[in-house]
T-cell receptor, first 113, second 112 residues
Framework: DAGVIQSPRHEVTEMGQEVTLRCKPISGHNSLFWYRQTMMRGLELLIYFNNNVPIDDSGMPEDRFSAKMPNASFSTLKIQPSEPRDSAVYFC???????????FGPGTRLTVL | AQSVAQPEDQVNVAEGNPLTVKCTYSVSGNPYLFWYVQYPNRGLQFLLKYITGDNLVKGSYGFEAEFNKSQTSFHLKKPSALVSDSALYFC??????????FGQGTTLQVKP
């Protein structure tokens, strides 16, 4: 299995631009998680889906952030408009049923200038 | 509220010596506990978990962790540290909605 796949691996953009991060979970996994990691705030859960349905989006910072999971094999995290404080590494993770562990992707390093 | 604490920002140990990375938790009900490791510029990798059963859990790369209910702790241990174990380690507990609550992480530095 290829593991969780994220694209792009690196993204540099200018303030105000739209950014879309993509994730392909491991086949057969039915839960998907989006995290953000920064030095200041550590690892934060943004949103998670179960069977393609958003279960908890309480970690989404503000309306500029949105996430979708149109099918079991694809999810996007969109930031519009982006701001410099959004600069971070964004991770996607997937899992089968509980209480199994989550498998993390390699992350997308986002830099907003 | 559920929470996880990793009281040490960094742990330094000499190669060949035993290592311990500390974790304490607060959760209602029976805890599900996890340890992950993160190498530079990589995603988190699962090491081990405690769900139920034996309090001593064995995981990847020779790591183990001991669940202590009375002390609400789940410390990560390894009998003999390797330089290649140097990384960032995260403890996590499942909350009652199914999410993982992660600690702030502990940097392990193993010196030759």
């Amino acid at each position: 299995d290829a593991g969780v796949i994220q694209s792009p691996r690196h993204e540099v953009t200018e303030m105000g631009q739209e950014v879309t991060l993509r994730c392909k979970p491991i086949s057969g996994h039915n839960s998907l998680f989006w995290y953000r990691q920064t030095m200041m705030r550590g690892l934060e859960l943004l949103i998670y889906f179960n069977n393609n349905v958003p279960i908890d989006d309480s970690g989404m910072p503000e309306d500029r952030f949105s996430a979708k999971m149109p099918n079991a094999s694809f999810s996007t995290l969109k930031i519009q408009p982006s701001e410099p404080r959004d600069s971070a590494v964004y991770f996607c993770a997937s899992r089968t049923s509980e209480p199994n562990e989550q498998f993390f992707g390699p992350g997308t390093r986002l830099t907003v200038l | 509220a559920q929470s996880v604490a990793q009281p040490e920002d960094q742990v330094n140990v000499a190669e060949g010596n035993p290592l311990t990375v500390k974790c304490t938790y607060s959760v209602s009900g029976n805890p599900y506990l996890f340890w992950y490791v993160q190498y530079p510029n990589r995603g988190l990798q699962f090491l081990l978990k405690y769900i139920t059963g034996d309090n001593l859990v064995k995981g990847s790369y020779g790591f183990e962790a001991e669940f202590n209910k009375s002390q609400t702790s789940f410390h990560l241990k390894k009998p003999s540290a390797l330089v290649s174990d140097s990384a960032l380690y995260f403890c996590a507990v499942r909350d009652n909605t199914g999410k993982l609550i992660f600690g702030q992480g502990t940097t392990l530095q193993v010196k030759p």
